[in-house]
């Protein structure tokens, strides 16, 4: 996927929530790293796993409410 997103030239990628995605949050962000391809999560752990932003939000303030 991110091979295919630099061959394109996208400026940058946007990861909706998804299961598959947020089981891979690690590999995810260290794709988008060694690409170098810019990309904005759903979800706080793929920043703190090394992505560049994330717009949603806060799960775990979300579930104590």
């Not at 990861?15 to 170098?36: K, M, T, W, Y």
């Amino acid at each position: 996927m991110f091979a295919a997103v630099e061959q394109l030239r996208a400026g940058a990628l946007v990861l909706g929530p998804d299961v598959f995605f947020n089981s891979h949050i690690e590999q995810i962000a260290a794709l988008a790293i060694r690409h170098a391809v810019p990309t904005i999560y759903q979800y706080r752990p793929f920043v703190d796993a090394g992505g560049l932003l994330s717009y949603g939000s806060d799960e775990t303030e979300s579930f104590g409410r």
